[in-house]
């Protein structure tokens, strides 16, 4: 079977196949790397990134949610009531899979994924409706360093609200939430972690809240 996706300039400048093109066979895999460094579908984003990548998350999201693995997507992933889905990009919709499953059993459970943006016509498209905010880390950040050549998507599962709708998915907190996150630059320290942190913080709250409080925040009218 053959799967033609779409992957950065920069990876194949390194990887060497544009300088090939114009006679140069000092670079990448001409100069004897391994074809496969330049190809990481198997590897999933804290594998590539390491400890810089699950301190950011863990400084805004919390330190007492469980980091899945592979083995624990089909039992694990749908008991705890915190969860961060790490998955590579090649096995991202066997994983979304089983979160699907896990929050129709259990919708009031949060659930936290990171995929580096490969292979994301088997992926995305789930992600987004699976989650309720869904944003992007940009290259060049402290936690996601130029060297990996695609950025990071993030996706965030709310529990259900008491207050209609509901779901938080859509409604005016989550929207101001994105248009904060897009317009930092990648250089900012610790990128978006107080806009998460806050924005964590307020979810948790919303159900201690009335209904005349939170009606801003969830309904447009």
Known sequence: MLRVIHVAGKRMIAQGTDALSRGCTTIGVMQGGVFTWYIPLHLSAVERQGHNLKDWVESWYGSSATWLTPSEWHLTGHQLPS???NPPPAAADAALEQLGQSIHKRPHHAHLVLIPRLMTSRWR???GKI???VFTVPLGTECWSNSQFEPLIV????PLC???PWRLRSTPLLERVERQLRDLPSTAPRWGRLVLRELLKQARELDSMSASLVRPLLRRD
């Open 83 to 85: 969860c961060i889905w």
């Open 125 to 127: 498209k789930l992600l």
């Open 131 to 133: 989650c309720d905010l």
């Open 155 to 158: 996706g965030i599962y709310f």
């Open 162 to 164: 008491r207050h209609e």
